[in-house]
Structure formats: C-alpha cells, structure tokens
C-alpha cells in the first residue's frame, strides 16, 4: 500500500467483536479477568489479553501498531508526550553513566531534557553540528550510546542527511534516533534510509487538531521490549488520546499536503518580501539542505522560519500586529501558528547559545496551517506593513 492509503487502512480492520469501522474507545482503567487462574496466567504473560490500562489498552496498542506500519517498523510504543517518548529512549538506551551524541538544533523541550533532567540520571550529552560528518564521527567516544538528530529542525529547518549519521552511528555499533515530528511518516520515513529508533510528538501533525498531547517510539521488537519497562513508570497514554490520534491520522496525508502546498507558497512570498532578511524552508532552492531534502523527502513540509529586518523588536511588532495566525506555540494544527523562538520555544537555550547555533533573535517560526494561503499571505502581509 502506499502511504496516503495506510494512513487511512494501515495495521487497522473493523472491530472484531461490533464490526464498528471506527474503534470504540475502552475508556477503562481495569479488565475483568475470568477467574483467578486467568488473571494469573495474564501476569505470567502465558495468554494474550489485557489486564490494566496503563500496561495495555486495544485504543493505545491500536495507535501503536498503526504507526509502526506508518514507519515501517516491527513495533511502537506510545506515551503520555512526545518528551516523555524521547526520555524513555535515552533512559532505556543510553543509561547511568553513558554519553549522547546530539544535533545542537533540536526542539528547546528536548535541549532543556538534555541539560538538566539528563544529568540527573548520569547521562550526558554531547552536542555537535550533525551535518558536519568529520565532527560527528570525532564526537563519539567509547561510552557513546546513540546519536539523537531531529530533520528538518526545530526551528531553524536544518536538513541532516539521516543515510550519512546512520552510516556513522552503525560504523560504531550504535543506534541512530530521528525525531520524525516535522516531516511526518507521509514526507520521510528515517528507518528506511536505515535509522534504527524513531520518535513523534503525537502532539503535531500526527493529530493534527491541536487538541491532544501524546508521543510514541517505534524500532526493532528488542528496542520497544527494553522500553516497555516504563510501564512502570507510568508515562502511558490514555484511551481517548489514543482515539484521537487514530482519528487525526486518517487525514494526515491530505492535511501534510495542504500544509506542505501552503508552506512552500508562503515561502516564496517571504522571500520576496523587502522587510524579511531570510527565509528557512527546506523547499527553497536558497536553502542549504534542498538537495538532501529532496532526496530524503517526498515534500518540505508545514513549518517555514524566516527573520525579519530590524531583529527582536521587529519580530515582535509583526507577531502582535497578526489577526489570522495565532500566537502560540505548537505546530502541526490545522490553524496557522506563529511564535518566536528565542524567547518562547527555544527559550531554554542561552542567547548565546542561541546565536551559537544559528537560531537568531529576529526568528519567527509558522506552523502553516490548511486555511486558504491568501488569507494567511495577507495577514503576514498587514503584519510586515507594521515593521
Ligand atoms: C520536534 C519536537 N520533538 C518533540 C517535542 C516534544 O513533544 P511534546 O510537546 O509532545 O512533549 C516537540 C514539541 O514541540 C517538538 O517540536
């Protein structure tokens, strides 16, 4: 099947038992057991069946199963966020003692995970620019437990070559991890340019609604077992969450279209525009990672950044001056977003940091949304007026 037909169909069928086409949702906590042997046959995992929500739930194994299909992965796991998703990888992967190897442009959550919660359980991380694969290679040691990229980044659309780290990360024995969140299974799927582990912040695209938080890990059956110790630490997903994605993703192909459609015309605008010093979308032929884009990628994207003249202040004025586009943080909603990096997002990077990696205080970053691209052009328009 291709992959607009799995969207709709894959890994999923009628419900066995009512033949509802869209699952019902098992809002519970608990499951009866038949008897006592039952239950214990359960725990003993000597028969299939469920037993408590926060262990197994056929709303959450569902989405599970449905996203691994999406990635073409053996197996998938959710969690209560795309944060407590990328925490459990580096927890159950990496563990006490051991290194990371990061990208230094990933989302300002995860940079703040790193830094501080990281340490806390002896992990630490070693930041480097991915696309330079000499630095790369050289930032490994011997404690090393996997490289961690996210393409295209978190804010400023950096295009990493995924073939290339997984070349290096297996030359040393070690995972590669893609946050998949920006480009979705629909424009890039990382396992088959042989990344090994994939995370999503459910939160995005994948629902679609901005209405739900969630994030899920897919890989090999041996990865997704090692996390399913988290069970126990209770960063599980809900019933009707899991519903919501399910239902988020039968439109993911349409939606990523409109997005990607909307995102490349809004692009080219901004980049005409005499009040916008540059823009970042990987659709762009001015971008410097379009050709490995376009070999990675079946399309660019939702997500354009780009800076204004005139820095901070002028970022601002054009933020307070929109009425279409919402201020807020997020992306991946069917509304158009709009936020400032430096001071909302990313706001867990030091401004020297900041400017250390590239992400400038004149950035704007716009999820763009399925609205009619006049409308959205127009508003940013009337916003640019305001600088
Ligand atoms: C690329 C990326 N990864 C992970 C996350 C974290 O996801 P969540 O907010 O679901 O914890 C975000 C959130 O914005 C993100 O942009």
Redesign the pocket.
């Known amino acids: 099947m291709e992959i607009d037909t799995k969207v709709v169909h894959g890994g999923q069928h009628p419900d066995p038992s009512t033949g509802a086409v869209s699952q019902p949702i098992y809002q519970t906590s608990t499951f009866a057991f038949k008897d006592a042997d039952h239950g214990a046959r359960l725990f003993k995992k000597e028969e299939k069946g469920y037993i408590y929500t926060r262990l197994g739930n056929p709303n959450i194994d569902l989405l599970a199963q449905k996203l691994a299909v999406l990635e073409g992965a053996k197996a998938g796991l959710v969690f209560s966020?795309?944060?407590?998703a990328?925490f459990g990888i580096m927890f159950c992967i990496a563990g006490k003692g051991n290194n990371i190897v990061s990208d230094n442009i990933i989302?300002g959550?995860?940079y703040a995970q790193f830094m501080k919660v990281l340490p806390k359980t002896g992990i630490t991380t070693t930041f480097v620019d991915a696309t330079q694969v000499e630095e790369l290679e050289q930032s490994i040691k011997p404690d090393t437990k996997l490289i961690f990229i996210?393409t295209p980044a978190?804010p400023t659309l950096k295009i990493i070559d995924i073939a290339k780290c997984a070349e290096i990360a297996h030359k040393h024995n070690i995972p590669l991890v893609v946050?998949n969140?920006?480009a979705t299974p629909c424009l890039q799927r990382p396992i088959e340019h042989k990344a090994d582990i994939v995370v999503h912040?459910?939160?995005?695209y994948l629902t679609g609604h901005g209405d739900s938080?969630?994030?899920v890990v897919v890989g090999k059956e041996e990865v997704i077992k090692e996390l399913k110790v988290l069970n126990d630490l209770g960063a599980c997903y809900n019933p009707f969450g899991a519903w919501l994605t399910l239902r988020g993703l039968k439109t993911l192909a349409v939606r990523v279209e409109r997005h990607s459609k909307n995102a490349m015309e809004l692009a080219k605008f901004l980049e005409t525009h005499s009040k916008v010093e540059k823009v970042y979308y990987p659709g762009l032929a001015s971008h410097p990672g379009y050709e490995i884009a376009r070999r990675q990628m079946s399309d660019f994207g939702g997500m354009v950044s780009f800076e204004v003249r005139g820095g901070r202040e002028a970022g601002k004025t054009l933020i307070n001056s929109v009425k279409l586009c919402i201020v807020a943080?997020?992306?991946g909603d069917t509304d158009t977003l709009i936020e400032h990096p430096a001071s909302m997002?990313h706001s867990s990077y030091s401004d020297e940091e900041c400017l250390k990696v590239g992400i400038k205080p004149g950035l704007v970053r716009i999820s763009v949304g399925i609205e009619n691209i006049k409308d959205i052009i127009a508003d940013l328009e009337r916003g640019l007026d305001k600088i």
């Open positions: 966020s795309g944060s407590a990328i989302y959550g995860t996210e978190n946050d969140t920006f912040s459910m939160t995005k938080i969630g994030g943080v997020s992306l997002t």
